[in-house]
Each structure stands twice: as C-alpha cells, then as structure tokens.
C-alpha cells in the first residue's frame, strides 16, 4: 500500500484525494481534490456545526482530535498555508480540550479559533470573515481571499486517503424526538431508516430533516423517508413529528408565499437588516424581492428586473429572514430562491462586487442560537450528553451516483457483479465529478440513472 509522505509529490497528494473520491463532508459535496489543488495563506477547519441540533463535528474533534490535527499540518504543507485554524464554537468546552492536547502533543503549529453561538457561524464567508477579517467577493470564494475552508469531516476523509482507503462511510448523528441522540457509523446508501432504528424514536407518526432545521431537506411522507439514504454530504437526521412546526412551513407552494408577500409584507426590512450575508458587505436586499415578486411579469426591461431582483443572487439560503427575522413570518429565503430561477431563465447575470465593505453593525445582529432553537420550537431537544457511536449494517444499499456538485459519477460495476468493501463502484465524469466506492460486501443488483443497488449474496 502506497502511503502518501510530507514533502511528497504535490500532485500525488492532490490524486489521492481524487483516487479516494472525498468530497466536502458538510455542505454542497464539492470535489476536495479542486479544492486542495491550490496554494493559499489560511487552511481554516470548519468544525462549528452550522446548524443546531448537529453532533457529528463535535463528535468527530472529540474523537480523532490527533488525526485531524496531524493532518491539518498535512494539508498546510502542501497549501503552502502559513495560518492553520480550527474554528469552533467557544462553548465547545471538551472538543477545545482535546484538540490543544492533541497540538501539544505533537508541537504543531496549529491554532483554535473559538467563536461566538450564533447562526449561522458554520458558513464558510461568515467564517472567513471571523477568523481573517478578510470579505469573500459576491458569489465568490474563500480562495479569492487567500483561505481554503475544509470541513472537519472532510480532514479525516483526507486522512484516510493519503493511506489509500476511498470514502465508503459516513459519520452522521440522529437528534430531535429521540430518546437520546446517537451518532452512527453507515455505509455509503444506507437506507436512513435502518440508521433511524438505532435511535430510539418518541413519535410515531414522524418526518426526518436530512441535515439541519435551517437549511435541511425535509422528507415529510412515509414513502420519501423510505427512499432516502446516507450519502458522503449526510452529517444529520433530525427527527420531529410530522405535525411539527417546520414541516408546516417547509411544504407551502411558491404561489401561495407569492400571495402572502404581495398581501402581509409590512416592508419593515428585518430581513435585509439582519441577513448574514449583507452584513459583511454582500448586496441582498430580501425586503425588495418581496416588495416586487407579484409583478415580476410585467417587469420587461432587463436592466429594471436585475435592479428589482438581483440581489437575490447574492443569497445563500440560510434562511434567517425565514425563520427568524419577519414577524409575519413570510418566506423572502423560498421568493430569494424563486427570483434567482427567473434571473437564470432571462439569461441575467447581476455584476460582482469584488470587494464588499461589512457592515458597522455586524457584530451587533448576529442571531444568537439559543433564540434561533426556540423560534424554531425546538428547546425541547437540545441535549448536553455525549452520544454513542453505533454501527450500521444495512441488508442491502442504494448508492447514487450524484452525491457532490457536478457530474454524476459512471457506473464501472455491472449486475452481476461481486463487491467488496473499498471497491470502485462508479468513476467520476469528465469535468466536476467524483469517484464513488462502496462500504457494503454483495452483490450488485440493479443500476439505475439515480445509483446502484447492492444486495446481500444469496446463500
């Protein structure tokens, strides 16, 4: 087995991330080998759990605390990067704890960034800003500022492809209506309701958030909780009852949140004023979407509508107007998403500020978490213990071939076909893609345009 070695070939160090498949653990999946084939000052390590009620991060610090930092130094070599971050949240007391063990022990040159708990601080820019100063451009990236942000989960999938083993799990926790939150261990396509049975559910009649309450992809009905499974971006399942708060407002029509804009908007701005994004410099202006969304039909010139509605396109979808800011609570994140669809089908691009100025007030409007949970009516399941790690063993998974932005991967197993743990089961696409291993030993039954399904062998 070929290990990759400090002060190794830089391309071989980049191709083993490729080789192994890893893609960013906590966001969108983007491909870590574009990311890492870059020279930049920060190597900043998100481990701040963008969203309440996740553990995985946390668990992960606790656990591998002298993984992560043996190979951030790793990856600060090969980035050329001076400044090596960990960025937390200060409360983080334990996590904290075994991180600075862990840089004592090996005398690395690495620091802990302890930040404030507010939402959504996980945010790459919000995170750039706080450990740099530094603004990202509109729609640009944290390397147009010199910084390169991986995610904690990231850094250890990192790890293990340096000593040649692909991505074929996934640390995810499960939290909301349990009896205690869990973290769990699952095979890439585990369904989520064999990782759900690990967990002991309080309801009944529930509905998952894959994620976090923010941003997550709500599954509300029996049958989508059924399909869905792990993939290598899955950090989460909050579990709630299916008559719960957010599932009302996460299943309202875009034409009904036109009507309701057009009729309770009160203009009074909240959402633009405390939008993360807009202060630290970023034009989104929420407030004059939803001023202007009814009559986006009879808008005509091309100049007029990228006045009226491009801000929308500096938006990152946190929904804190959502969720937090309107007291009328309207949806400006769901008509933001609306107007950046209707940008795109005009064929308008809305000009870059290259260089934000942040706000004044900026410090002052952050959304402290413990108000966020309790808007979100969710104070009732936050948990202060530790979980305990189970591992899943599915009877047989579905493994899709689109877990990262890009291409889909193509499959290179036929039906048929024996598999083992670690195998390639898909390779990336030519462009943005990604390659694609199994974490489950059978037999491969069924390929469809969505992904793989790999069965036990039959005795």
Request: aromatic share 4%.
């Amino acid at each position: 087995m070929h290990h990759w070695q400090t002060g190794g070939d830089e391309m071989e160090f980049v191709e083993a991330i490729q080789k192994a498949g890893v893609v960013g653990a906590g966001g969108a999946g983007f491909p870590t080998h574009i990311k890492q084939n870059a020279a930049a000052e920060y190597l900043i390590i998100n481990a701040a759990e963008c969203e309440p009620l996740i553990e995985t991060d946390k668990y992960l610090c606790r656990t591998f605390a002298d993984r992560i930092v043996e190979t951030v130094e790793k990856m600060a070599a090969h980035l050329k990067a001076g400044h090596r971050v960990i960025a937390l949240k200060a409360k983080y007391k334990q996590e904290i704890k075994a991180l600075k063990e862990a840089i004592d022990r090996q005398k690395a040159g690495v620091e802990i960034f302890e930040m404030g708990t507010y939402y959504p601080a996980g945010d790459e820019q919000i995170m750039v800003e706080q450990v740099t100063g530094r603004v990202v451009p509109e729609r640009g990236l944290p390397l147009n500022v010199g910084c390169v942000v991986e995610n904690v989960g990231t850094v250890l999938a990192i790890a293990d492809a340096l000593e040649d083993k692909p991505v074929t799990d996934k640390y995810l926790s499960v939290t909301g209506a349990v009896k205690e939150p869990v973290m769990c261990l699952a095979p890439l396509g585990t369904p989520i309701e064999d990782v759900l049975r690990q967990a002991e559910l309080l309801v009944k009649d529930y509905a998952v958030i894959l994620g976090g309450p923010m941003m997550g992809k709500l599954k509300k009905d029996r049958e989508a909780v059924r399909e869905a499974v792990v993939t290598k971006t899955t950090g989460n399942l909050l579990v709630l009852p299916s008559d719960h708060y957010l599932m009302k407002r996460g299943t309202m029509s875009v034409e009904r949140m036109m009507r309701q804009a057009a009729s309770a908007c009160i203009q009074c701005r909240a959402c633009t004023d405390l939008c993360p994004r807009q202060l630290i410099g970023h034009n989104v202006e929420p407030h004059r979407v939803m001023r202007n969304i009814w009559r986006q039909e009879s808008i005509t010139d091309a100049a007029k509508f990228e006045r009226t509605f491009g801000s929308a396109a500096n938006c990152s979808s946190c929904g804190t107007c959502e969720m937090f800011s309107c007291p009328m609570g309207l949806s400006p994140r769901k008509m933001n998403d609306y107007a950046k669809t209707l940008l795109r089908e005009r064929g308008i691009q809305p000009e870059k500020n290259q260089e934000p100025v942040k706000s004044t007030a900026l410090g002052h409007r952050r959304i402290p978490t413990e108000r966020l949970i309790a808007r979100l009516d969710l104070t009732q399941y936050v948990s202060h213990g530790q979980p305990k790690l189970y591992e899943v063993t599915p009877k047989e998974v579905f493994v899709p071939l689109s877990q990262h932005i890009g291409k889909p991967a193509v499959p290179v197993a036929a039906v048929g076909d024996e598999v083992k743990r670690g195998d390639l089961i898909a390779e990336a696409a030519e462009g943005l893609s990604a390659n694609i291993h199994t974490g489950f030993e059978g037999v491969v039954k069924e390929i469809t345009p969505q992904g793989i399904r790999i069965g036990r062998r039959e005795a």
